[in-house]
């Protein structure tokens, strides 16, 4: 496995269900992003695990939950989801402090999430 | 007022086409300016950063930073299907990076 892996691709579950969201990098990275990429609108960042430290939008509802066990590992655990919370999940790691200054993200290629 | 605008398109193009694509931004702190490609059912992946204003050209590709106007542009020369995806441009700051809300271009053979 190379880059940052991201499973399920695909989620669908009923408002009432408890899932999870997995994302493994193999980079050696110590920082990790959880976004949320909604049609038309821009990347929202949700969650950064960086250096182990846990930073978070304070906009994002309790219903979503992160877990960081380790530098390689992120999950994303959904409770009691909205149908306005279907969108791309899209997990990504990145260097702290940045190499060549860009701070540069990986980004894997997401979990389409569909809540009904 | 947005931090970082972009027009989500979206854009069609013809083959051999030059392609322009555009953001404005806000915040005069934001120091580096890079743009994103991301595919169908892919995640972003970095094309090209910039960190003063002025041009950077890599291939097909060119960068361009206006700082006084807040205003960074992608161009794309000779643009072939294989380009069609959506870019996203990404300001960083010292403490903060914005992303624009994409814009998915399709070019057509």
């Known amino acids: 496995e190379t880059g940052v892996t991201q499973t399920p691709r695909h989620l669908v579950m009923g408002m009432t269900n408890k899932k999870s969201l997995k994302c493994e990098q193999h980079?050696?990275?110590?920082?990790m992003y959880w976004y949320k990429q909604s049609a038309k609108k821009p990347l929202e960042l949700m969650f950064v695990?960086?250096?182990?430290?846990?930073?978070e939008n304070n906009s994002v509802p309790s219903r979503f939950s992160p877990e960081c066990p380790n530098s390689s590992h992120l999950f994303l655990h959904l409770h009691t989801l909205q149908p306005e919370d279907s969108a791309l999940y899209l997990c990504?790691?990145?260097?702290?402090?940045?190499?060549?200054?860009?701070?540069?993200?990986?980004f894997g290629e997401g979990s389409r999430l569909t809540v009904l | 007022q947005k931090e970082v605008e972009q027009d989500p398109g979206p854009l069609s193009v013809p083959e051999g086409a030059i392609v322009s694509l555009n953001c404005t931004y806000s915040?005069?702190?934001?120091?580096?300016f890079m743009w994103y490609r991301q595919y169908s059912r892919k995640g972003p992946e970095l094309l090209m950063y910039?960190?003063?204003?002025g041009n950077k050209e890599d291939g097909r590709f060119t960068a361009q930073v206006d700082k006084s106007s807040k205003y960074i542009s992608l161009f794309i020369r000779d643009s072939q299907p294989s380009d069609s995806a959506t870019y996203l441009c990404?300001?960083?700051?010292?403490?903060?990076?914005?992303f624009g809300q994409g814009t998915r271009l399709t070019i057509n053979p």
């Open positions: 990504a790691s990145s260097q702290v402090p940045p190499v060549a200054n860009t701070g540069e993200l990986f």
């Open positions: 980079l050696g990275h110590n920082a």
């Open positions: 695990y960086s250096l182990e430290e846990r930073v």
């Open positions: 915040n005069s702190a934001f120091q580096y």
């Open positions: 910039t960190y003063s204003s």
């Open positions: 990404a300001i960083r700051g010292a403490q903060k990076l914005v």
